[in-house]
């Protein structure tokens, strides 16, 4: 399975600000995803980040709220930005690595004042 | 609509008690049913099953699928407090890199 860290574990900001997540695996994988976790609900996927491409935005999340970035096949960030307190959410990469399993990050905890 | 379907939702049982969680489908053509367990942030992989009617075992835990009724369980025995967890049932759709199907989990809480 694929080693995956990231980093804030969690953040405290106030509303209008950004936040960079730095999502870093320990081996190369082609496809890294991320997710947005609000309180008491699901997964929900964002973005398709691949290597070299642009990242593929699911149906209501867009590039200007949430840039992404994959500069290479171990590491990636996603910002948010603008932050208002709706934003407050777990966020997770994640990476499909050996066939069909994806392994999920340790998760970034947002809390937005 | 795809959809995933848990149930029961959450709940309660003593330590040492069996639990079964279920999970129903609808969608026909996936590539891989998974399960994962959810303590307090990152989603952890418990089994990934592709055919039908081969148990996966792990510990206390095991699981099965059944493409026929469309659905899943996974059976936790001789449960501990570090059980307790919210479990997901997700499917690996078979578009071109296996989009994600989230059900909405079922919080188990092991009491003492």
């Known amino acids: 399975s694929a080693v995956i860290s990231q980093k804030p574990s969690r953040d405290i900001c106030q509303r209008g600000t950004s936040l960079t997540i730095q999502c870093q695996v320990d081996s190369q994988v082609t496809m890294m995803f991320w997710y947005r976790q609000q309180p008491g609900q699901s997964l929900t996927l964002i973005a398709t980040a691949n290597q070299g491409s642009e990242a593929t935005y699911e149906s209501g999340f867009v590039i200007d709220k949430f840039p992404i970035s994959r500069p290479n096949l171990t590491f990636s960030t996603l910002t948010v930005s603008n932050m208002s307190p709706e934003d407050s959410s777990i966020y997770l990469c994640?990476?499909?690595?050996?066939?069909?399993?994806?392994?999920f990050g340790p998760g970034t905890r947002l809390t937005v004042l | 609509e795809d959809k995933v379907v848990q149930s029961p939702l959450s709940l309660v049982v003593h330590e040492g008690d069996t639990v079964t969680l279920n999970c129903s489908y609808e969608v026909t053509n996936f590539r891989s049913l998974l399960w994962y367990k959810q303590e307090k942030k990152a989603p952890t992989f418990l089994f990934m099953l592709t055919s039908s009617g081969i148990e996966k075992k792990s510990g206390r835990l095991s699981s099965i699928l059944d493409k026929k009724e469309l659905f899943s369980i996974l059976n936790i025995t001789a449960t501990q407090t570090g059980d307790s967890a919210i479990y997901l049932c997700?499917?690996?759709?078979?578009?071109?890199?296996?989009?994600?199907?989230f059900g909405a989990g079922t919080q188990v809480v092991v009491t003492p």
């Open positions: 994640s990476v499909r690595y050996d066939g069909n399993t994806q392994y």
């Open positions: 997700v499917l690996s759709l078979t578009d071109s890199w296996g989009k994600l199907q």
